[in-house]
């Protein structure tokens, strides 16, 4: 068996799953403490001055020293006995280092209270109240520090010296507060009706955890106090550990835990405040706290199979003994393998806590003499007083002593006996196993000879002992013998079994260190530039595109770089943007036909207005004579009775005429009022035809069809146009009889006046005929019809007139 008593080629600080999981905390709590301060700085140099920045800010910045000393107690592998470990300096920089985790760490509480108290809004009345916390937590934090200063004179004193336990909760009451004070924000953010039944009142208050929130306020709130309630909840699990699952997924889960408080309180917070937080951070954090978590959980995943696969080499197994002979003048030993030769196992059993033998012979150990020595509750010898576990941490032992096999008791429990015969010493342990705790049970018995010479003897070692991380008495840790502090003693040969596990460890975590440094180095440089390449350069174009769309610019198309998710989207705004385009021009086009639609609609309001206006003058010129020459004319026939009948029939056939007259003048001045109540054509050539035929006693024969209602303009045309005609048949033709055909349907009509008088040269009329075909033809222009004439002397004549719509 090859002994040492310190192996320089390996290093003081061996990495591990642990130490990496606080590595992976330290970077993120590094890199937020770092954004959040500059944040903050930049607010203060502007005026803006927001105290949860600066205390989220201070939060960070006490993790980072409390994360990386509680790394170096967890690299040095040890640290649940004391804060150093045989292969540590106690009186180093990185061992002295470790017990100020506590006081930075306590400083995360005091901030997190103060930002309870003050985040997203102030509470009202709680003045008094804050002072008297934050002065009893200021008073806590002295504490711990005033702890770690003895702490760190305690090692440098090679001994093992621990903070008071009723002083170990005291964060996580702080911690309990603060989520405490959240709740109270989210009440006051997010007010509930007052019940007079308690019950209804309970129910109510709890659903605001659930209930939507109102506002931004009520829903930071909530958020913050879910993020404080995790710490409290991880804590009180490591109290009560569920033994169904390894420890290595409470680990992960554990590391997982924090990465998600860092990052959650981080943005739940810049989430909040307005408008100065980009998203490339929010996107850059979140993948850089996943990137550490899955390097994380990667080195807790292979940590099992791996320590599985540590055998430690040397290590005693059943049967073996082991002989440590002193050495002449330099008062040191020797160390061989032996017969192994145990005794009968006898004696009293010592009590549980240890106890002092007395020797009835002088015991040489290192060049003394001890006439008294004290067996531990291990089966440890020492022999300065009763041996703990402690004292092996420190260099080579606090104080002389004999290691058998420095390992935990079984649940089980453990019997030590001891017995003196002939000039020997027997120290036998021998742990009380079931079943369950075979795997560590062992039986141990020390010899101890008056002439100073050591035998153990190993009767029951379990085969390939389990070694656990950060538990150096799970398996074997010291098998040997030490002067302890004595500097003119000999060597101590010790073997060390749980520094050679670490070292093991170490070989294959350490290179995960360069790993997670790079990456994380790469992820802060690259994650940035892969999300603005993919993401924020097509987000940064469509809001441009937006942006130009809303200034006017209604033809603007981003181009589609990517078919993803942001592809479909920019996509859908170019077809938004294209049928937007298309929808004004659309709606321009109408607006057009409206404005168009009310010109003439206007200019059709003009011509109305006109036409009442020569309605008026019309009634008030002409109407007002022809009504007068009517009444004088209807009285001519009375006074005119001596007269010669032909005379008399004269006089009374201007007075027809003249009503005639009056008549047409009143219908004439009814059509200029309301051209739109005219009534169907049909119906007003009959009553033309009725009084031409009982005014003038010509015959018309009649063939009038109408199938569909046309426009007034069209009616009033067509009217007139037969009227003319007629007039034009009782003035020039001869005859006295005429044909009109009318026929109407829904897009054309045609009329058709003849007679079989003597006709006319339409080309070569007089002064009147021409006028009066002109007229016609001018209103058949004015609905766009067509009129025809076709007549010649002595061959009568029709006028024609057709319009299509």
Not at 4 to 32: E, G
Not at 56 to 66: D, E, F, G, H, R
Not at 149 to 174: C, K, S
Request: charged share 20%; glycine share 6%.
């Amino acid at each position: 068996m090859n002994w040492v008593t310190a192996d320089t080629a390996d290093p003081s600080l061996l990495w591990n799953p642990a130490a990496i999981s606080y590595l992976s905390q330290l970077l993120l709590a590094v890199v937020l403490a770092t954004y959040l301060l500059r944040r903050a700085f930049a607010n203060s140099r502007q005026d803006r001055f927001e105290p949860a920045t600066w205390l989220l800010a201070i939060l960070m910045l006490s993790l980072v020293p409390a994360l990386f000393t509680s790394m170096l107690r967890v690299l040095t592998g040890g640290g649940w006995l004391s804060y150093a470990m045989p292969w540590s300096d106690p009186g180093g920089l990185a061992t002295l280092a470790m017990p100020w985790a506590r006081p930075f760490g306590a400083i995360a509480p005091l901030a997190m209270i103060a930002l309870a108290y003050l985040f997203p809004k102030p509470l009202r009345g709680v003045r008094r109240e804050m002072q008297v916390v934050t002065f009893f937590l200021a008073g806590l934090i002295a504490a711990e520090t005033a702890i770690a200063v003895r702490a760190d004179i305690a090692m440098i004193a090679r001994e093992a010296w621990w903070r008071p336990q009723w002083l170990a909760g005291w964060m996580h009451l702080g911690m309990i507060w603060a989520a405490i004070v959240f709740w109270r924000q989210l009440r006051a953010a997010q007010p509930i009706d007052s019940q007079r039944d308690t019950r209804k009142r309970l129910l109510s208050r709890l659903a605001l955890l659930w209930r939507p929130a109102p506002s931004r306020e009520a829903k930071v709130a909530r958020a913050f106090l879910f993020l404080t309630v995790l710490p409290i909840l991880h804590t009180a699990a490591l109290f009560f550990p569920d033994e169904s699952l390894s420890n290595f997924p409470f680990d992960i889960l554990i590391c997982w835990l924090v990465l998600l408080q860092l990052v959650g309180l981080t943005l739940v917070l810049v989430g909040y405040l307005p408008e100065r937080t980009t998203f490339l951070f929010k996107l850059t954090i979140i993948g850089f706290a996943v990137l550490l978590a899955a390097v994380n959980g990667a080195a807790w995943v292979v940590a099992p199979a791996y320590q599985e696969q540590f055998r430690a080499p040397d290590l005693p197994s059943s049967g073996d003994a082991l002989l440590f002979v002193p050495r002449g003048g330099d008062r040191g030993y020797a160390a061989q393998p032996t017969v192994f030769l145990p005794e009968r196992v006898r004696g009293p059993v010592l009590a549980s806590d240890g106890e002092r033998i007395d020797l009835p012979f002088d015991f040489p150990f290192y060049g003394r003499m001890y006439d008294h020595v004290y067996v531990g509750a291990l089966g440890t010898i020492a022999f300065g007083r009763v041996p703990h576990p402690v004292d092996a941490a420190f260099d080579d032992g606090s104080q002389p002593a004999i290691y058998p096999m420095l390992v935990e008791l079984p649940e089980s429990g453990t019997q030590i006996t001891a017995v003196i015969d002939d000039e020997r010493l027997v120290v036998t342990r021998r742990d009380r196993c079931d079943q369950k705790d075979m795997s560590r049970c062992y039986r141990i018995q020390t010899i101890l000879h008056s002439d100073g010479r050591i035998a153990m003897q190993f009767l029951d070692v379990p085969q390939a002992p389990r070694f656990a991380m950060l538990s150096p008495l799970e398996a074997p840790w010291l098998i040997g013998i030490t002067p302890g502090r004595q500097t003119d003693a000999g060597s101590a040969l010790l073997r060390d079994h749980y520094r050679i596990f670490m070292v093991h460890q170490d070989r294959l975590f350490a290179p995960f260190v360069l790993f997670i440094l790079l990456t994380a180095l790469a992820a802060l440089i690259g994650l940035p530039l892969i999300f603005r390449s993919f993401l924020l350069a097509p987000l940064e174009r469509l809001m441009n595109g937006i942006r130009r769309y809303r200034e006017g610019d209604s033809d603007t198309q981003v181009p589609v770089a990517f078919s993803d998710e942001i592809g479909f989207l920019i996509e859908s705004f170019n077809a938004l943007a294209r049928e937007q385009t298309a929808l004004t021009r659309r709606l321009e086009d109408r607006v057009a036909d409206r404005v168009s639609e009310i010109a003439d609609m206007t200019i059709q309001s003009t011509k109305l207005e006109e036409r009442a206006r020569l309605s008026a003058d019309l009634h008030d010129a002409i109407a007002q004579t022809l009504a007068s020459a009517a009444l004088h004319a209807s009285a001519l026939p009375t006074r005119l009775h001596q007269l010669a009948p032909s005379d008399r029939e004269a006089a009374e056939q201007v007075a027809r005429l003249n009503r005639h007259a009056l008549s047409e003048m009143r219908h004439l001045l009814s059509e200029l009022r309301d051209e739109g109540e005219q009534g169907s054509l049909t119906h007003r050539l009959s009553e033309l035809v009725e009084s031409f035929t009982r005014l003038h006693a010509l015959k018309v024969e009649c063939d009038i069809h109408e199938t569909a209602l046309l426009p007034p303009e069209v009616i009033a045309m067509f009217y007139r146009v037969a009227q003319e005609s007629l007039n034009n048949v009782l003035k020039h033709s001869g005859v006295s009889e005429v044909e009109l055909v009318f026929d109407a349907m829904e897009d054309r009509a045609l009329l058709s006046v003849s007679d079989a008088g003597r006709g006319f040269d339409p080309t070569a009329g007089g002064r009147r005929e021409r006028l009066g075909l002109s007229i016609m033809r001018d209103r058949a222009a004015t609905i766009g019809a067509t009129l025809e004439i076709d007549s010649a002397p002595q061959q009568g004549c029709r006028v024609t007139m057709i319009w299509f719509r």
